[in-house]
């Protein structure tokens, strides 16, 4: 789905207004995207031999809801928005997505939201296409966890054909074995019962996927960090080559204006909030230990920086674009 311009919203809203509605609550929120897209939705940087490009695939400007950090009201969140150079008004919440080159393997972690997830995003194949990746030439697609905004970009809108139909699909066995489980949809919360239906329906019919155990490596170079809480098997990727790394935290400290800055917020979207935070809060001080640059899948676009400790905190200081 095409996102609208801000001309297209002045349209809806004063179509809205000649037709009595209130404007504010007669346009979803979604469609009236306020944050400019990056000029340019692919930047390529170095981590040794391998070389990184970071895909934006949109933004989630996500209304406030007092349900969304359990123990931090709205008036916090909106602060630590201001704290860390962000308008107030919203939560902003990027998708962005690595493609790491290395060894002669072209990986992609995590797919992107296919333009399924929110109408501001589903721009992740044409900043592809821009940054001459040929999605054909995939070898590999390692998965972080079955959150809608990191595995629709796996299948189609409507029928689920593979996007990827030529890549291994590389995933923690953990996580595979919580969402087809035949019961789990039963003990899921409403929202999240579509998604496992949705899970239980395509990938037990896929070839390509590999479940994967523990930590090993899973592509030339990169392996699988056990990061749970998130989701059971939420998995980091830590890439090394030569004397570099990086780690490629994904949702492990999903949005860090929130939870970089304040690691003890739980947030809705962590399944297990206490193992969230704890895993949070290890794999923050081990980057700062091992002096690693980290990127994440909701970090500020291109997504990637490093971590230092600040007063109770953290604090992430962006690479430059
Ligand atoms: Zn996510």
């Avoid at 306020?34 to 970071?54: I, L, N, S």
């Avoid at 999240?192 to 899973?218: D, H, M, Y």
Wanted: net charge neutral; hydrophobic share 40%.
């Amino acid at each position: 789905m095409p996102t609208l311009s801000r001309r297209d919203f002045a349209v809806s809203a004063g179509l809205a207004a000649a037709l009595g509605l209130n404007a504010r609550l007669a346009v979803s929120p979604a469609f009236a995207q306020v944050t400019p897209d990056p000029a340019q939705g692919f930047v390529t940087y170095k981590v040794g031999a391998a070389e990184v490009t970071a895909l934006y695939d949109g933004i989630w400007e996500k209304a406030h809801d007092p349900a969304f950090i359990a123990n931090a009201s709205v008036e916090d969140v909106k602060n630590a928005m201001i704290k860390a150079g962000f308008t107030p008004d919203f939560v902003s919440i990027p998708f962005t997505v690595a493609v790491v080159k290395t060894g002669g393997k072209t990986i992609l972690c995590d797919s992107g939201t296919g333009a399924q997830v929110q109408p501001t995003a589903g721009k992740m194949m044409a900043n592809m296409k821009a940054a001459g990746i040929d999605p054909a030439k995939i070898d590999t697609i390692l998965i972080s966890h079955f959150h809608p905004d990191h595995i629709f970009g796996l299948m189609e809108k409507g029928t689920n054909k593979p996007v990827f139909p030529q890549a291994e699909i590389v995933v923690s066995d953990v996580e595979y074995k919580f969402w087809t489980d035949p019961t789990v949809v039963d003990r899921l919360n409403e929202a999240r019962k579509g998604l496992a239906k949705r899970i239980q329906a395509v990938f037990p019919t896929w070839t390509n996927i590999k479940q994967v155990s523990g930590e090993p490596e899973v592509a030339p170079g990169i392996r699988f960090v056990s990061a749970p809480g998130h989701t059971p098997g939420h998995r980091a990727f830590h890439l090394s080559s030569g004397s570099s790394q990086l780690m490629i935290s994904n949702d492990t400290a999903y949005v860090p204006a929130l939870v970089v800055a304040n690691p003890g917020w739980h947030g809705q979207y962590d399944q297990d909030p206490a193992t969230a935070e704890a895993t949070r809060r290890a794999l923050l001080d081990r980057v700062i230990a091992d002096k690693i640059p980290i990127c994440g899948y909701h970090f500020p676009f291109p997504g990637a920086g490093t971590i230092s400790k600040d007063g109770t905190g953290y604090a992430l200081t962006p690479m430059k674009a």
